[in-house]
Nanobody, 124 residues
Framework: QVQLVESGGGLVQPGGSLRLSCAAS????????MGWYRQAPGSQREMVAV???????NYADSVKGRFTISRDNGKNTVYLQMNSLKVEDTAVYYC??????????????????WGKGTLVTVSS
């Protein structure tokens, strides 16, 4: 099994910054993509930012230039630095990980995991 532990959400004023973290642990052989998604009330879940094991990144147009995704492969952790936050960034943010699980000491199956979500509220 794999566990994802998210942290860093909270209340911030417009224009402020927050940093989200998501650490993966458990039966992991290797991690491919790690990313962040968000879901605002009454809306569908949407991709915010994704980073691959090769270092490629992809951002939603709405956050380009304001958010930065990064990862620490040694710690199996992905970060989302959010600057210049807007009211419309208010949502529950979910960590998403695509990995290869362990089968004994060998590579197992491709698996996908979601975190439980962390609430980001941008309000004055």
């Amino acid at each position: 099994q794999v566990q994802l532990v998210e942290s860093g959400g909270g209340l911030v004023q417009p224009g402020g910054s927050l940093r989200l973290s998501c650490a993966a642990s458990g039966s992991i052989f290797s991690i491919n993509a790690m990313g962040w998604y968000r879901q605002a009330p009454g809306s569908q879940r949407e991709m915010v930012a994704v980073t691959t094991s090769g270092g490629r990144t992809n951002y939603a147009d709405s956050v380009k230039g304001r958010f930065t995704i990064s990862r620490d492969n040694g710690k199996n952790t992905v970060y989302l630095q959010m600057n210049s936050l807007k009211v419309e960034d208010t949502a529950v943010y979910y960590c998403n990980v695509h990995l290869i699980g362990l089968a004994g000491t060998d590579a197992g199956w491709a698996e996908e995991y979601w975190g439980k979500g962390t609430l980001v509220t941008v309000s004055s």
